[in-house]
């Protein structure tokens, strides 16, 4: 009898979290390396939320909470619906989970039946189909290009359903290309969704307050009020507030798809961390300024690192609409040889080339399941970014 769980053998662990592994081993090591792989913002926590975890342990708000958080928390997610979406929520259709990773996780736990489909748009955040297979389900991947800018059709997603979709994974700004749907694309996405009604939309909102250059950040029950009892809403705290750490995501949708969330949860981590859900509540009922404070050093460094891409021999780099990745295409360096020997076969042997040789941690592409490209997340100083991009500049230079 096999020791592991057959389930395992269909998943593999996150390329991300191994290349910002690799990078942090090899600093260790000494090498100079600039990591540009790390999927959370580089600026610190608010202090004001800080200063409310403090105040929640000082307080002995440290026991056990309701499995899915604790009202005040709930409340505030409600207002923050109502406030940013204009989404009416009770609180009973609000969950609460060790970070927006959890959230996902529990949906598909709580709802995905063996083969049930799921369909995700590539390129995808590394977790989704893993988590969908981890759960029972089968991803159904659809492609979506450069000349799309990295988002699906109304035609594609028509065509990638069946009797057997469950749910559509919806992800916008995206990691990793940091495409935004705009509200007239979105429509004609709801509107295909709308002639199926054995679809249910989990929408991953994370990026929503990371938007630049006057992009409208839109999610789909906003959009089509019809399918409000078949979308569940995620979102959480880690990326707009600078709490990865802290561990919190949240989600609203119907009533017994929370319930079954909340039935997953209890038999898995309980609850969320008390002192966080406080935390959290500051962040959401708190002030809000600092958010554009950090989306104007966020887009400064977008510009430039597109800007300094795009002056790279073979590379294609389009300017996203928001969160803190840019994708760019490298077709035009596949096939070629490096100074160090590597041949550029595909883009897992350009981020490997590219580490070893110039000392930059990327992301490749295939990660994401849209090749040849690779993730650059711009969450780092602007001195780091600008060594990086002309190391890359360099290396696609030399490659023959
Ligand atoms: C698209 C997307 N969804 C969900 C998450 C998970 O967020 P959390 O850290 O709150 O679990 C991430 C984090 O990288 C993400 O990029």
Same mark, same amino acid.
């Given at each position: 009898m096999p020791f592991l769980s057959a389930t395992l053998d269909r998943v593999k662990p996150s390329p991300t979290i191994a290349v910002s592994t690799k990078a942090r081993e090899l600093k260790a090591a000494g090498h100079d390396i600039i990591g540009l792989g790390a999927g959370e913002p580089d600026f610190d926590t608010p202090q004001n939320i800080k200063d409310a975890g403090i105040a929640a342990i000082a307080a002995g708000k440290t #026991? /056990?909470?309701? +499995?899915?958080?604790? +009202?005040?928390?709930?409340d505030a997610i409600c207002a923050k619906f109502k406030r940013d979406n204009n989404l009416d929520y009770a609180p009973s259709q609000v969950s609460v989970a060790t970070g927006g990773k959890q959230i996902l996780y529990n949906a598909l736990m709580a709802t995905l039946n063996p083969r049930d489909e799921v369909i995700i748009p590539a390129p995808y955040w590394v977790s989704y189909p893993d988590m969908v297979l981890l759960a029972g389900g089968e991803p159904v %991947?659809?492609?979506?290009?450069?000349?799309?800018?990295?988002?699906?059709?109304?035609?594609?997603?028509?065509?990638? %359903?069946?009797?057997?979709?469950? =749910?559509? %994974?919806?992800?916008?700004?995206?990691?990793?290309?940091?495409? !935004? /749907?705009? =509200? !007239?694309?979105?429509?004609?996405?709801?509107?295909?969704? *709308?002639?199926?009604?054995?679809? =249910?939309? *989990?929408?991953?909102?994370?990026?929503?307050?990371?938007? /630049? !250059?006057?992009?409208?950040?839109?999610? +789909?029950?906003?959009i089509e009020p019809g399918l409000y009892d078949r979308t569940l809403t995620?979102?959480?705290?880690? #990326?707009?507030?600078?709490?990865?750490? =802290?561990?919190i995501g949240y989600a609203a949708g119907p009533e017994p798809l929370i319930a079954a969330m909340r039935k997953v949860q209890s038999q898995s981590t309980s609850n969320p961390c008390s002192v966080s859900q406080w935390a959290a509540v500051e962040a959401l009922n708190g002030p809000q300024d600092y958010i554009a404070t950090n989306n104007e050093v966020f887009k400064r460094r977008r510009d430039m690192v597109v800007d300094m891409l795009n002056q790279a021999d073979g590379v294609t780099c389009p300017m996203p609409d928001g969160a803190f990745y840019v994708y760019p295409s490298i077709a035009g360096c596949m096939g070629k040889t490096s100074p160090g020997g590597n041949v %550029? #076969?595909?883009?897992?042997?350009?981020?490997?080339?590219?580490?070893?040789? #110039? !000392?930059?941690a990327v992301v490749f592409g295939s990660a994401f399941g849209l090749s040849p490209n690779f993730r650059v997340s711009y969450a780092t100083s602007d001195?780091?970014?600008?060594?990086?991009?002309?190391?890359?500049?360099?290396?696609?230079?030399?490659?023959?």
């Open positions: #026991k /056990y909470t309701a +499995p899915d958080g604790i +009202p005040e928390l709930k %991947i659809v492609e979506a290009s450069l000349d799309t800018s990295f988002k699906i059709t109304a035609d594609q997603l028509e065509a990638a %359903i069946t009797p057997k979709t469950k =749910w559509f %994974i919806f992800n916008s700004p995206s990691n990793p290309t940091g495409a !935004g /749907y705009t =509200w !007239g694309e979105l429509k004609a996405l709801t509107d295909v969704l *709308m002639r199926h009604p054995q679809v =249910w939309v *989990m929408t991953d909102d994370m990026y929503e307050h990371l938007v /630049y !250059g006057g992009f409208e950040f839109c999610t +789909p029950a906003q995620c979102n959480g705290v880690s #990326k707009a507030y600078a709490m990865t750490g =802290w561990r %550029i #076969k595909d883009d897992e042997a350009f981020a490997t080339a590219l580490l070893e040789e #110039k !000392g930059v001195d780091a970014l600008s060594d990086a991009c002309t190391r890359i500049q360099d290396f696609c230079a030399s490659l023959q």
